[in-house]
């Protein structure tokens, strides 16, 4: 048997897992990081929390075949060197690879959380047995991670699948990366809330307040206000939607891909959000590549991050 | 020395040359198809045209490798088949490489004249050692290649690069194709000769009647009066390149290409058209890729076609 690390790294935790060639997860555990440390004593931490996490599963060593991190901010997969991690600015510039490497005497891959989870999709997800395919993530900001003809494609400075920062209207709202018409503004958390309070601003009924997120209205908040028939609700996820098929048909004409997956909070309110995606994809889509595409939700759920990031380690050693 | 041949088909004629290793053209002929004739016929006539080309070049034959096709329409590169030959249906469903490949001895390969188009200029024009480049084709259509990785990317259903029918606006123009707000409308052909008499007809003043193409405004006479100094017409172009140019933002982040190439008839405007581009582009592009690309014109010019469609028989050979 041969087996996978995953760390999966981000701004207030580590989740580290461990994955057969099946991406079962065998076993996994998560630890808190402490921003203030050096960018060397946070290494040494996440290299202690792997090694305890290899220890506690009692695999033999030598079926365990490599590392692969996943993280938020930019980075640059080649060297393994993280450039932004945005909430923990002590590890700009930290070759992270070669420090988790040298501690463990394995072969360790680095790439950002969303070209990890759309790889882990790939593998072991929505996605098995494909060969292009583009993965979305919707959350705050809206995430792309595009592989084709079998790999992670990363483009020319690895920031390729941008997809929440393509410009979809000309003229449209300004996007707090310097331009206009961003799909993040439309299709991300604040853009759906915006529509939302848009539509209640006009006193049409809701019944939001039952399923408000600390007293706010969240994406899941609309999700499941929507699954119980409310109608702005359904309307949003309705334009949501439609607006996201609109994105997606472009990615369709570019890239003619089998398969589209789309994950992250808002995903979960299943068909009311899917269907109208279909939608607006087959509206603006060229009818080849159209008929040709599937568009369907990412299947890893939580542990999309673990698995994505142990999939960095299966692609770059299978 | 390595030579290539190189079969540029349209629906009026055939180009046949011959290339070196530097894509140098070292003969080049043409030809009429009589769409009239049966499928079998023209393939025949196909064979016969390319064995005068390589008889007439002297070249020894060991050294002529094979032979790319460039062909308009709907094709499958894998099996050489022909799907659909707008102007020539006896073609619809011929084995086209095997067709020629029997004929002359030599392997043969098939692809659209826009991949032709775009592999030539990877090879031996503007996108000369890149690795990530997009080529743009503008006429009456928008046509788009796609080369990753240094190669050309088909997609799943060999459509991928469908650029023209990109959708800008989501309740957009009306497209022949079945969608709405297709990018080809605003910067193909006909797009372009509306938005010049759409200013024409507020009765502003203009020259274009001195550049006129049999008493018709085209792309061609807009560029010929902007270069003259034309209000009307260097708007126009300024206009066409700003909306070419969010559609380029989108490529560039999703894809992260290392450069944009951009060929066709109204690219003869040069600065005119291209430095709206690069503006509409940096509008709409997300900070680190638009700065990592560079947006050029197409080198080959009318040799694009021939020596495109001989790069396909290089790619594949090399």
Same mark, same amino acid.
């Given at each position: 048997?041969?087996? $996978? ?8 935790? *580590? /989740? ?23 960018? %060397?004593?946070?290494?040494?931490? *996440? ?12 695999? &033999? ?24 991690? +945005? %909430?923990? &600015? ?16 394995? &072969? ?29 993530? @919707?959350?705050?900001?809206? !995430? ?7 790999? @992670?494609?990363? !483009? =020319? ?6 997809? !929440? ?18 799909? #993040? ?13 848009? $539509? ?5 009924? +809701? ?5 408000? #997120? ?16 409310? /109608?702005? =609700? ?51 889509? $060229?009818? *080849? &590549?159209?008929?040709?595409? #599937? ?21 770059? @050693?299978?």
């Amino acid at each position: 048997m041969k087996y $996978y690390v995953g760390i999966d790294f981000g701004g207030t935790g *580590i /989740k580290v897992g461990i994955i057969d060639e099946k991406g079962n997860i065998l076993i996994k555990d998560s630890f808190v990081t402490d921003p203030r440390k050096s960018g %060397n004593e946070i290494v040494e931490h *996440i290299a202690e929390c792997t090694k305890k996490v290899i220890n506690d599963s009692k695999l &033999p060593q030598e079926h365990i075949l490599g590392i692969g991190i996943g993280s938020p901010g930019l980075l640059n997969p080649e060297t393994g060197q993280l450039k932004i991690v +945005t %909430n923990i &600015p002590n590890l700009n510039g930290v070759y992270l690879t070669k420090g988790i490497s040298d501690r463990l005497n394995k &072969p360790a891959f680095l790439d950002n959380d969303v070209n990890a989870m759309s790889l882990g999709e790939f593998y072991y997800g929505a996605g098995k047995g494909k060969k292009n395919v583009i993965a979305l993530t @919707l959350g705050t900001g809206v !995430g792309g991670g595009i592989i084709l003809n079998g790999e @992670l494609y990363r !483009g =020319s400075t690895f920031t390729a699948g941008e997809i !929440g920062h393509m410009s979809i209207a000309r003229d449209g709202k300004y996007c707090g990366c310097g331009n206009y018409g961003c799909l #993040e503004r439309y299709v991300g958390k604040d853009g759906i809330i915006e529509r939302f309070e848009m $539509y209640r601003s006009k006193g049409i009924e +809701t019944s939001i307040d039952a399923y408000l #997120e600390d007293g706010k209205v969240t994406p899941k908040a609309i999700a499941l206000a929507a699954a119980k028939g409310d /109608k702005i =609700s359904i309307e949003v996820l309705k334009e949501t939607g439609e607006i996201l098929g609109h994105a997606i048909a472009t990615l369709v004409n570019i890239l003619n891909p089998e398969m589209i997956i789309i994950g992250g909070g808002i995903s979960n309110a299943g068909e009311l959000l899917m269907e109208p995606v279909r939608t607006g994809m087959l509206k603006h889509a $060229y009818t *080849i &590549p159209a008929a040709a595409v #599937e568009i369907v939700r990412a299947q890893l759920g939580n542990d999309a991050g673990l698995v994505g990031s142990a999939s960095l380690a299966v692609a770059n @050693l299978k």
